[in-house]
């Protein structure tokens, strides 16, 4: 004679069964609920409750609560419910008007709002104040930088560039040429502690000059590569010997377009005269104060972040063979930048950055 209630038993239907096995097999999803769709599905296989309680190191009860869970309320019911708690002490005015507060106002006696300051201000506690803060993305004390073009033919020049981007010429090679100046050969005035566990790597803050270099690159939009040389100077001078240098480099029987900003020695009479006895040179020149749209700026952020900042150099000439080393390894293993956005899409967002900012209050 049979002992206890019979098990209920689970049948799945194809997309029930899929949905639980990506549940079941989720490595972001919490991992009471991936338990729990594999409860599911072991039940579905006809295994008794005791069984998977003992293969899963679980109570049989547990096993049993979210069998039934399922079969009540499908794939909801593996959710946790919610519970009895403490009730709310601010209504949602209140929490709007402190941060509408934070976000339109600023205190009397500062540039911006701390956590404290809006307490003192509203009378409810600090942590309360923190919580809304994170929870809404408020972060009165970071600031981020940004300049917009003045340039009268700012939409020409992105649309220009961005259509080379975006779709190349035939029968062209793509270049993004710039210089990062007054690179400084910085040499720590103590050794450096070594990182370990638990601690990061230690310098000093104190440092002697040794002398300074500029790096000339041509970055390649469709390829990754980059043509670097190293000069003491950015002088139109150093600039033409690098024009010398991609000229030398870049098979003949492409042409060569050039993407650089308006600093004077681009523009220099004597670059010119020499960019017009060689009609394959195109010259397309960023809009001023948007360097970023140059995709060798992007580079340049690698190679400081990677090869130079952190780096301690005791003369300019090991400067320069630490970054001919970066250029080597990094050449070797080059993939382009994955540039997306079109033009449009750019001149909308400043559309809205403009509108933002005709609306801000001082």
């Known amino acids: 004679m049979p002992r206890g209630r019979p098990i209920a038993s689970v049948t799945l239907n194809r997309d029930e069964k899929n949905q639980l096995l990506s549940i079941a097999r989720s ?16 039940c579905a296989d006809g295994e008794p409750n005791a069984s998977i309680a003992k293969r899963m190191k679980l109570n049989p009860m547990t096993v049993g609560k979210w069998r039934r869970r399922y079969l009540q309320q499908g794939l909801q019911g593996l959710r946790d419910q919610l519970r009895p708690g403490r009730p709310r002490a601010h209504e949602d005015e209140r929490v709007a008007e402190v941060i509408n507060t934070a976000l339109q106002s600023q205190p009397p006696n500062a540039t911006h709002w701390s956590v404290r300051a809006m307490a003192e201000h509203t009378g409810i506690s600090k942590s309360t104040v923190q919580r809304w803060f994170d929870l ?25 560039i961005v259509g080379l981007y975006l779709n190349p010429p035939d029968h062209a090679v793509v270049l993004c ?3 990062k100046s007054q690179i400084q050969a910085l040499q720590r005035t103590q050794p450096m502690l070594p990182m370990g566990l638990g601690y990061v790597e230690g310098v000093t803050h104190d440092y002697v000059r040794h002398g300074t270099t500029t790096l000339f690159a041509a970055l390649d939009v469709a390829t990754g590569e980059v043509l670097a040389q190293c000069k003491r100077r950015h002088r139109h001078q150093e600039f033409l010997a690098f024009l010398r240098h991609i000229d030398a480099s870049v098979p003949k029987n492409l042409d060569v377009h050039l993407i650089v900003d308006n600093y004077a020695t681009h523009k220099h009479p004597k670059v010119k005269a020499w960019l017009a006895r060689r009609p394959r040179y195109t010259l397309h020149y960023t809009p001023t104060y ?33 970054i001919n ?11 382009p930048f994955a540039w997306v956005a079109t033009a449009d899409s750019i001149l909308a967002k400043i559309e809205r950055l403009c509108l933002c900012i005709s609306g801000t209050r001082h």
């Not at 080393?325 to 993939?335: D, K, L, P, R, T």
């Open 290 to 322: 948007a360097s970023w749209i140059n995709q060798v700026e992007r580079w340049f952020g690698l190679i400081t972040q990677q090869a130079i900042r952190r780096g301690s150099f005791s003369n300019v000439k090991e400067l320069t063979r630490k």
């Open 325 to 335: 080393e970066f250029v080597e390894h990094y050449n070797a293993h080059a993939s």
């Open 177 to 179: 040429v710039d210089e």
């Open 27 to 42: 490595r972001s999803l919490p991992h009471g609920i991936v338990r729990r769709a594999q409860i599911v599905l072991a």
């Open 136 to 160: 809404f993305g408020v972060q009165p004390h970071r600031q981020r930088h940004f300049k917009l073009s003045n340039d009268p033919f700012f939409i020409e020049k992105v649309r220009d």
